[in-house]
């Protein structure tokens, strides 16, 4: 199964261990937040990025998947 690229958006900016916690993402920081850009496999492995992130106590601004 192919996986799908997506872009989160997560407000604020990430600590040095959280950004090494998502470390299969591409992350880029905006002035008010953080741009995370990864492959992401499955249903699964998007509710488990979306659960590390809540664990954090992250806010998700936006998610989207990307075209191919």
């Given at each position: 199964m192919p996986s799908t690229r997506y872009e989160l958006r997560i407000k604020g900016r990430l600590s040095a261990d959280v950004r090494h916690d998502f470390d299969e993402f591409d992350l880029t920081?905006?002035?008010v937040e953080?741009?995370?850009l990864g492959d992401v496999s499955d249903d699964a492995?998007?509710?488990g990025v979306l659960a590390r992130l809540q664990a954090y106590g992250?806010?998700?601004l936006s998610l989207r998947s990307l075209p191919e």
């Open positions: 920081e905006a002035p953080t741009i995370m492995h998007l509710h992250l806010q998700v």
